[in-house]
């Protein structure tokens, strides 16, 4: 009885110190810096796109070429779509993000309109199909062949490199985007964010 009482205190003490061995997690203000692994992280995000967008939204040739647009369209902004923005870095990192987030600021600041992307054009043509399949009343329907086509395509692309020795480490990111005339592939705008330069050192082994 006594072994049997002692293995069920063993049993109840374990659960204790699993229950005791969960990750603590505390709270901090979204715009925080923080740095765990020295990778790519939301602040390298932020630091990158307030860059380039500041650099698009106050380039004086997209300012001229928008005018132009204007001018020339019954004063309709130009329209603009998100194509790839590739990741050629050596860690992972979601580079929609970044589109994302200078889309969303060049459609506030009222330049420039967006379009839908390849994928969700994709999307969004099935539904006008279905719609005009009888499956929607023929006022409701969204017609076809009234799309808008883009202007110009958003590209860009993110390089790192990354130098070590012994237990240290310097990671550099290189974050590209350009703005290019869809039709005449004219690039009209583009510029690189180097600000980002991380230098990580590793404990030492201990034997």
């Avoid at 969960?22 to 307030?50: F, H, I, M």
């Avoid at 860690?91 to 967006?114: C, P, R, V």
Wanted: charged share 25%.
């Amino acid at each position: 009885m006594k072994k049997f009482i002692v293995l069920i205190l063993a049993a109840v003490s374990v659960m204790f110190v699993a229950c005791g061995s969960g990750p603590a997690v505390s709270r901090v203000d979204a715009s925080t810096q923080v740095d765990l692994s020295g990778k790519w992280n939301d602040t390298d995000v932020r630091t990158v796109c307030d860059s380039l967008i500041n650099a698009c939204l106050t380039s004086p040739n997209v300012d001229r070429i928008v005018s132009e647009f204007r001018d020339a369209h019954d004063g309709a902004n130009p329209a603009v779509i998100v194509g790839s923005f590739r990741n050629t870095s050596s860690e992972h990192i979601d580079t929609s993000i970044i589109a994302k987030m200078m889309q969303n600021a060049i459609i506030n600041s009222g330049k420039l309109d967006f379009v839908a992307s390849a994928e969700a054009r994709s999307e969004i043509r099935e539904e006008r199909i279905d719609q005009n399949s009888g499956y929607a009343s023929e006022d409701s329907a969204s017609a076809i062949g009234n799309e808008t086509g883009a202007n110009f395509i958003l590209q860009g692309s993110v390089k790192s490199i990354v130098d070590r020795a012994d237990n240290k480490s310097v990671r550099t990111y290189f974050v590209d985007a350009s703005l290019t005339n869809i039709e005449t592939n004219r690039i009209v705008w583009q510029d690189q964010n180097s600000e980002i330069k991380k230098v990580i050192t590793q404990p030492k082994a201990k034997f």
